[in-house]
């Protein structure tokens, strides 16, 4: 689901993986490797989305039904 969210942000943003690559550090070859389908660390993955400006949050856990 991150990976899927990460392609769409490289295809849309406007940027070329080139620039991407240079404001982030992260290899060309591997945003070239996410673009084709495949997946990255979780390490570049974070780069990418706090680059795009997303910021992962954990999950709440679920409230339990009140018996009575």
Request: positive net charge; glycine residues 8%; aromatic residues 6%.
């Amino acid at each position: 689901m991150l990976i899927e969210l990460i392609r769409k942000q490289i295809r849309t943003c406007g940027k070329s993986r080139y620039r991407i690559s240079q404001d982030t550090g992260i290899e060309e070859a591997a945003l070239c490797r996410i673009m084709q389908g495949k997946t990255c660390t979780i390490e570049t993955a974070d780069i990418l989305l706090k680059y795009f400006g997303f910021k992962l949050m954990p999950k709440e856990p679920k409230k339990k039904a009140k018996r009575g």
